[in-house]
């Protein structure tokens, strides 16, 4: 369980944090103004955190400390840094300043992201999980970025294992409750197990996996994702054209808020204390407030 002091936004029955999940429009330089707005938003909403991306620019990006200083209380996560796109130095640099600016809000989410996003950059992929051993060594080396206060994409047994040995635990992405009861066994209890669920809050079967496949289908396309998804009884049949319904179903859950926060409660009894809701929409650039506060209103009340 995390021991930084965020507000106490629980499912009422499950006892888990819930927190959001922002994509793009939070990072562009563009619309600042309203990431600013939307963050206070959702802290009103009884959010307990803010996971965004880092992004691939070098160290960390500006986005982490433009949510803090719009907010007051609520926890802002990196989901995640890529240990390719920053170095130690870049986040023990950029984690001490947003601890000075806002102490105890800000949980350093690091990874090693996929082949084909790092490659593009020109850097060599060679061997992720010991180039993500260095960089938690090299952070201890420095005592720059304290062991509870950051976190690591895991999804393996492996890279969970180191979640639970050098971190406050883990932030899978892009998983199924199935994953997230194999991972509460990997990391045992008392350790952050904060997946990342995506929604879409459409009753319309065509219309909610059609938005649903938007988001499926990159990363259907990324090894980490789906040799993680094999380990839990889907194949090729299932990663084809955005994914089966069956597969769809499981990654994203759908429908009316009743059942999409059905769909959360599996992950929190599969063992996650903390859920990072990601709300998808049909263009992915809104900021969706009213199926926040819907969300806020059934899970947290």
Do not use: C
């Amino acid at each position: 369980m995390s021991d930084l002091p965020v507000p106490a936004g629980t499912v009422p029955a499950a006892r888990a944090r819930i927190s959001l999940w922002g994509g793009a429009p939070w990072a562009d330089p563009d619309r600042r103004d309203e990431a600013r707005a939307a963050a206070r938003d959702v802290e009103a909403l009884g959010y307990s955190r803010i996971w965004v991306s880092g992004g691939f620019d070098p160290g960390v990006h500006p986005v982490f400390g433009l949510l803090l200083g719009a907010t007051e209380e609520i926890g802002v996560a990196s989901g995640i840094i890529s240990v390719y796109a920053a170095t130690p130095e870049e986040t023990g640099r950029g984690f001490a300043e947003l601890e000075h600016e806002h102490p105890d809000r800000f949980l350093l989410g690091l990874g090693n992201s996929h082949a084909a996003i790092v490659e593009r950059s020109g850097a060599d992929y060679a061997k992720p999980y010991s180039r993500t051993v260095e960089h938690l060594d090299a952070l201890d080396a420095a005592g720059s970025v304290p062991v509870r206060r950051r976190a690591l994409a895991a999804l393996g047994p492996r890279m969970l294992r180191l979640a639970r040995d050098r971190a406050l635990g883990a932030h899978p992405y892009f998983t199924t409750p199935a994953h997230t009861s194999s991972a509460r066994q990997v990391l045992g209890q008392g350790l952050l197990l904060a997946p990342e669920v995506a929604v879409v809050l459409e009753e319309d079967p065509v219309r909610a996996r059609e938005i649903a496949r938007r988001h499926t289908t990159g990363y259907l396309a990324l090894p980490n994702y789906t040799n993680n998804l094999r380990r839990f009884g889907y194949g090729d049949e299932d990663f084809a054209d955005g994914g089966s319904d069956r597969l769809v179903d499981e990654l994203v859950p759908w429908g009316s808020t009743a059942t999409v926060v059905a769909g959360i409660a599996r992950h929190v009894d599969a063992g996650a204390d903390e859920v990072a809701v990601q709300v998808l929409t049909a263009t992915g650039q809104e900021f969706p407030l009213a199926q926040w506060g819907d969300l806020a209103r059934a899970l947290i009340g």
